[in-house]
């Protein structure tokens, strides 16, 4: 897959970052596979996913368990960041500093203390788990696995008590998937607004299959349920599933719950665009372009990490 931009021999050491109001995009390879926990709880047992000859493998590290959704929203940022830099010419690398405030913005979080220290509690959860994979080793290598940790490094600086920096350093497995061409796909932003995990990951799955697609997207109940990765036993993923079919507040997707011939529940992704205008469900498209005439850039703080 060609990359967007061909990777530079010199990385910068740090890459400043600060846009806001600017479209959200997620990786794609993070967006069906069962990469997090989808519980608020700890989870201290191993993800072990192999489908289709894909395998994804996530280990924890007992104190803090495997990295949520919600913490994969740190990573989220840091991709729309990079893309948004590489769209106006300019060359990130795999470290980025910002300013907290910046990021809890950015991810519709508040910004008082209690998210800072939620937001570093995130960074150790990203930095402890660890993940193995053979999505995107290329053909003909003799690899047929990678191990990588969310994040490589973070760090913090405070004064009188305060935050006044941040920085994190991704993994080059995920820094690729960003900067290859098609390596992101713009999100809705009030996907941050979704509460539960399993939603917020039907969500993702919806917009990396469904796409914009006019006949949309179906997967069965048990497809669905081995593909999350959800410790949950069956029967209670699928009472979840079909509590937010019902509810029917996904942004951008609507979700139809059926059953075909041999009686198997498939639950249909539609984008909402996509349907019949006089269908009460319709929305028109969203335009994801720049807002605030092509989006804006905070100043940028120094801190010394």
Partial sequence: MQRRKPPAAFQPDFFTASYVDIPTRDQRDMMERPFFSL????????????????????????????????????????????????????????????????????????????QYRKLQAACRRLKSTYVETNIRMPKGSRKNTHGFSWLNDWDSVEEDGKPIGMSITLPPWLYDGIVQGGGVLSIHEDYFLLTGGIERWLYRVARKHAGRQEAGWSFTMRQLYEKSGSAARFSDFALDVRKIVEADKLPEYTLTLSRNGEGTEVIHMACKSMLSMDDPRFELPRTPHRRQNGGIQQKALRFTP
């Fill in 39 to 114: 519980a608020k709880s700890p989870r201290r047992t191993p993800i072990d996913y192999e489908v289709g000859g894909v395998i994804v493998k996530v280990y924890p590290v007992q104190e803090f368990g495997i990295a949520t959704i919600w913490d994969a929203d740190i990573l989220i940022w840091a991709a729309t960041q990079i893309t948004e830099a590489l769209d106006r010419g300019g060359e990130p690398g795999l470290k980025l500093q910002f300013h907290p405030y910046t990021l809890l913005k950015g991810i519709r979080r508040n910004t008082g203390g209690d």
